[in-house]
């Protein structure tokens, strides 16, 4: 019986990195590319899916969006369809992150996409990043104008741009 492990989780978990492991691995079939995102669609089609998830040979197969985390009860739905028509094992796999950790990471996807440091961010672009943390109410409550955002793991990287940064 093939097993299909649907990856479910926020983004900025290092979700990339993962399915990319497990696909040089070469025992999981991943497809060309890894949010197919089929089945958080409202009009999903079991042949189509199985035609691109399911005819590996390999005896599992990985379908992880982040998507799919949002529309769960979406998913559910299209996966009873799924088994209603294969003989298949499904499993869930959750990735997380540090939400401190993750919201960095937001912001240095965005610093980096614009070649900007974060106080350069646009307004919009910070307050998508506030959101996608657990720690946005807080984040919120201060003054962002007088506030310094430093992601310390750099820090024990580069104790010498830390200080640079102190001094200006």
């Known amino acids: ?26 025992e999981v079939f991943v497809p060309g590319r890894k949010e197919v995102k089929l089945l958080a669609d409202h009009s999903f089609n079991v042949d189509r899916y199985m035609n691109i998830m399911l005819k590996s040979s390999k005896k599992s197969s990985l379908d992880y969006s982040n998507d799919y985390s ?3 009860n979406l998913v559910r739905e299209n996966i009873k369809k799924l088994k ?4 298949i094992n499904v499993k869930y796999i959750f990735l997380f992150r540090d939400p401190i950790r993750r919201f960095l990471s937001h912001i240095e996807l965005w610093s980096t996409m614009y070649n900007l440091n974060y106080s350069e961010l646009p307004v919009a672009i910070k307050n998508d990043c506030y959101k996608q943390s657990i720690y946005s109410n807080m984040l919120k409550e ?13 820090v024990v990287k580069n104790k010498n741009s830390f200080d640079n940064l102190i001094k200006d």
């Open 1 to 26: 019986m093939k097993t299909l492990f649907i990856g479910i989780g926020p983004a900025r978990c290092m979700t990339t990195w993962f399915v990319r492991q497990l696909e040089q691995s070469g």
């Open 70 to 72: 949002l529309k769960i």
């Open 84 to 87: 209603q028509a294969t003989n």
């Open 142 to 154: 201060i003054e962002l104008n007088k506030t310094l955002i430093i992601n310390m793991d750099k």
